[in-house]
């Protein structure tokens, strides 16, 4: 019989092969990235002699006992690292590793392929020495380094106070955040935030020891412009008062929350549905992460909902779907972690009232800011296709006329600015302008191979 497949080594897909593989089964574990970790545990590199205390803080046990669980159960699945699905068609997977071609046959299909950045452009956010909020994250935890010696975090997440403190409590000492979101939201959306008051509660100590260690944070600001002549020199905000502001600094990361990574799920004929709360089109679920015969959808790639979320889902989308397979286990567990999934969701949600998508930010974009930094399209370019007679309304159409979203990142970028505009510029609401639809390949393959396919 064919395996299950995995697709994706983060905290969802490990939690769901360490979970089928205490049950005794072996599944194929996919991830085109080359350590397991994905994004929220993303496996510090050893060569660096980092301390995941200091990188992880609260959160370094529940790191070390993945990892350690995964390391664990190595012998007992087929663990393909570094290697990346491009396409599900027909009930196969195609992927691609060390250049070689192949596919996969699944029994069962847990897709959990996480989200990336959210961002929402500003005027010089092409320039050398921006970053997105993950990557600079990553360059940490990878290579023990700094995006710059100077570091704004600019945006609107609670990853913009975490990359912070993981800088400054390597030594970065001129760093500072601009929150975009103000008090006042904070506040508002206090209550939905009761559904985990634990990380709530991390989330104010993150804000007290930035305190602490007397790195600024500007709550309320609007960002301005990234400043400067071949690459970063400054950001420019406008702050609550309405003071125009200027920090120096050679370095800028840059996040407004996350977005799932829905391409496989799409491939997979999954059906979408708009989330107002998160403002994203999202694959459609049910409460165990089914999706459709024996699919199955877990972690950020199902619904933004964070590690805990993603370790819970996982284990569960294991569980049902060995269910669905005829081999049912306790059903306590299943019910305890969906009640768990289904909370932390709900808190997700709080949270992304008090650290919003700045959408009405499309709005104000000048028209000369590129918005599509892999066709480089501007705002102005989209607003001038849509605004046109029988201009087009819909992403894709717009896409069509514009290649905006039609290069290298496949609108994992552009895509959320690229709606905002396009529904400001038409004048309707968000969800009427469509979602970026998956194409395969969903990231870049070498022409070799097409070669390498039997
Ligand atoms: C850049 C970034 C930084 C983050 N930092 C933190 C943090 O510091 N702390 C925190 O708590 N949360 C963080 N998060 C949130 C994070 O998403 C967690 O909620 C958690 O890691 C989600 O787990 P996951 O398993 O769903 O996805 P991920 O951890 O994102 O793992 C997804 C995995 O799928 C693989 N994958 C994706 N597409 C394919 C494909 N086509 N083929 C093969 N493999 C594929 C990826 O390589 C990755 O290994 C971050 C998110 C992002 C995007």
Known sequence: MAPILIVGSGPAGMSAAIALARRGVRPVVVSDAPHAGGQGFRRLNPQMALD????????????????????????????RPATLVWAIYEGKAFILRDGQAGEIAWSGLILAPGATDRIMPVAGWTRPGVFSLGAAQIALKDQGAFIGRKVVFAGSSPLLLLAALQYRTHGARDIAVLDTTPLGAKLRAAPGLRHSPGTALRGLRLMRALKRLGVPVHQGVRLEAIEGADRVSAIRFTAPSGQECRI??????????????????????????????????????????RAGERLYLAGDGACIGGADAAIAGGALSAEALLAELGEPGPSARRRRLRGTVARLRRFQRGLAGAFRWPHEEAGRLADTVTVCRCEMVTAGEIRTAVRA????????????VTRCGMGRCQGRFCGPALAEITAEASQSPIDAVGRLRAQAPVKPLPLSAADTRS
């Open 52 to 79: 995941a205390r200091r990188i992880y803080g609260a959160e370094a046990r529940k790191y070390e006992a993945l990892h350690r669980d995964f390391e664990a159960i190595l012998p007992q699945i087929d663990y």
């Open 248 to 289: 120096a600094c050679d370095a800028v990361a840059l996040g407004h929350g996350l977005r799932a990574e829905t391409q496989l799920a799409e491939l997979a004929d999954c059906d979408f549905a708009f989330d107002a709360a998160l403002r994203q089109w999202l694959p459609v679920a049910d409460a165990d992460g």
């Open 389 to 400: 007679d029988l201009g087009p309304a819909e992403v894709n159409r717009v896409k069509a």
